[in-house]
């Protein structure tokens, strides 16, 4: 190859890529556009096969991105051909061999590939290496290895663009956030006045989105839904604690008073954004009836907003279902048929036909939200779930800890996982990461206060260690947070694996001793 060649070959490899880079944030595209540049030079021996590893703080290099290669979350490691590749950082283009091990017919067979390494920097900063596997016995001019080191600062650049990029949309996402963030804070706020736990709130959001979801609509709907449905009370704040907080029922007068807290939680929502408007329709209207015969003002049918309508239905089957000051909880089957009965009078036929179709995953989230003791003895008969194609972690039964509602948790916990997986795998992208690793914090935090309740309840001798792994668990979800902003394109991928494994392991060797809960509460007292 001689030097003008090389130097016109570099530009217009540069050029190709930096078109890439410029419109799709996507790695794997990248290394399609770079194989497909290096094709046109045979001289090279390179082979469609390549990675993009990258170096981390706190593991073996991971690999974002790869060419011809099963992604290694797609593959078990046994089979992954770059499975514990490292090698040293140079600052040229270099060869080396790496041993691949595949098991066939339950044997080992190793194998030598040879590979080409290009070094990645950012800020002169090691970032992490380019693999290229190469023909077997090729070895490259020195005019050859200097074009793929000039290769490699092309590569740099581009590829610390990405970085870069990567890490100015979450921060985007996290302002944009930090608005939502707010506006749920205050919903929750309004419900700690009433309900101790403010786990009320929650079982209503999460069924009302089920519900949303069964009535057939759209995703944007339903995650308004979500952010909104929490401050349907809002206006509670403008009542006072003696009415509020009245453990007997109200009398006609005060019942008066409790009703404007829909109207004082529309005045406080004023805006005009869809957030917040959607907020106000549903704090003003979650109280109308589908016949007229609601308040504040008494409107019905389509008139009241949709989300309203969906929401009073979880709102009410949640308080019927649970226990207050001046009634005792509802059974389920009651419960459904009062809600039935008043199809067409209190409540949207359509939504009420939703809800019965969310019936399953309804009291699903009941389970989760739980914020009672939970009786280790107490069987749940849930319907079977639907089985997903994409899994990362896997339940099996050796994970049962013989206390059925902890079993439901551990599963939906398993669940958010795997909905990570999907994300990172479709690259859903940085907003559905935050969402979905959100979710995840959120909901194993609710997971361990229940496991802990219980375990204190029954004196559990291993709380201890228990609340340790629990805590260390949330620090680690916390310090992923802060690596995802530093490099995105590697923390999600260890995210992944940690969770993986901390779950499984925590669940198999901690978790799984809570059975001994049951037993004892069988055994009668025989001192
Ligand atoms: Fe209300
Ligand atoms: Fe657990
Ligand atoms: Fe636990």
Redesign the pocket.
């Known amino acids: 190859m001689h030097n003008n060649d090389k130097l016109l070959e570099i530009s217009k490899l540069v050029f190709e890529l930096t078109m890439v880079g410029s419109t799709d944030n996507d790695l794997d595209v990248l290394l399609e556009q770079l194989f497909s540049v290096l094709q046109k030079l045979p001289t090279l021996q390179i082979q469609s096969k390549g990675a993009i590893l990258m170096f981390s703080p706190r593991s073996k290099p991971v690999r974002v991105a790869q060419y011809g290669l099963k992604p290694f979350w797609a593959t078990d490691e046994k089979h992954d051909e770059l499975n514990g590749f490292a090698h040293p950082f140079n600052e040229q283009a270099t060869l080396a061999t790496i041993s691949i091990h595949t098991p066939s017919y339950g044997q080992q067979q190793s194998s030598v590939q040879q590979v080409c390494i290009l070094p990645l920097y950012a800020n002169q900063q090691p970032l992490g290496q380019v693999l290229l596997f190469t023909a077997q016995d090729w070895v490259p001019s020195g005019n050859e290895l200097e074009f793929l080191t000039d290769l490699s600062h092309a590569l740099s650049s581009i590829i610390s663009r990405f970085l870069l990029n990567a890490t100015l949309r979450l921060r985007e996402i996290e302002l944009e956030d930090a608005r939502t963030e707010a506006i749920r804070r205050l919903g929750t706020a309004s419900e700690y006045r009433d309900n101790e736990t403010g786990m009320h709130v929650m079982r209503m959001t999460n069924i009302a989105g089920a519900i949303a979801k069964a009535m057939g609509l759209s995703e944007d709907q339903r995650e308004i839904l979500l952010i909104t449905a929490p401050m349907h009370d809002v206006g509670k704040i403008g009542i006072a604690d003696a009415i509020l907080l009245k453990p007997d029922r109200l009398t006609t007068d005060e019942f008066d008073i409790m009703k404007t807290h829909t109207e004082i939680g529309g005045r406080l929502l004023k805006g005009s954004d869809t957030l917040i408007a959607t907020a106000r329709d549903i704090a003003l209207c979650h109280h109308e009836n589908w016949d007229g015969s609601g308040y504040p003002k008494g409107i019905s049918g389509e008139d009241i907003p949709v989300l309203a309508r969906v929401c009073s239905i979880a709102d009410v089957f949640d308080a019927l279902m649970s226990n207050r000051p001046y009634k005792d909880a509802w059974a389920l089957e009651r419960t459904v048929a009062y809600i039935k009965t008043e199809s067409g009078k209190k409540f949207d036929p359509a939504a009420v036909n939703a809800f019965d179709k969310a019936l399953p995953e309804i009291l699903r989230i009941r389970e989760l939200y739980r914020e009672d003791v939970i009786d280790p003895t107490e069987v749940v008969n849930l319907p079977e779930l639907p089985v997903r194609e994409t899994r990362w972690i896997c339940w099996d039964e050796s994970l049962s800890v013989g206390i059925a509602v902890i079993d439901e948790h551990h599963r939906y916990l398993f669940d958010l996982v795997n909905d990570l997986i999907d994300v990172v795998a479709n690259k859903m992208g940085a907003r559905e990461l935050g969402r979905v690793l959100k979710a995840l914090g959120q909901y194993a935090q609710i997971h ?1 206060q229940a ?1 802990e309740r219980m375990m204190q309840q029954y004196n559990y001798p291993r709380l201890d260690i ?1 609340v340790t792994q ?1 805590q260390h668990f949330l620090t680690r979800m916390k310090e992923f947070n802060e690596e995802l902003h530093q490099n995105p394109l590697i923390a999600q991928f260890e995210i992944l694996v940690y969770l993986r494994d901390w779950l499984v392991a ?1 669940i198999r060797d ?2 799984t001793q809570l059975s001994a809960l049951v037993w004892q509460a069988t055994t009668p007292y025989r001192g």
């Open positions: 361990f496991e228990q629990h925590h901690e978790d």
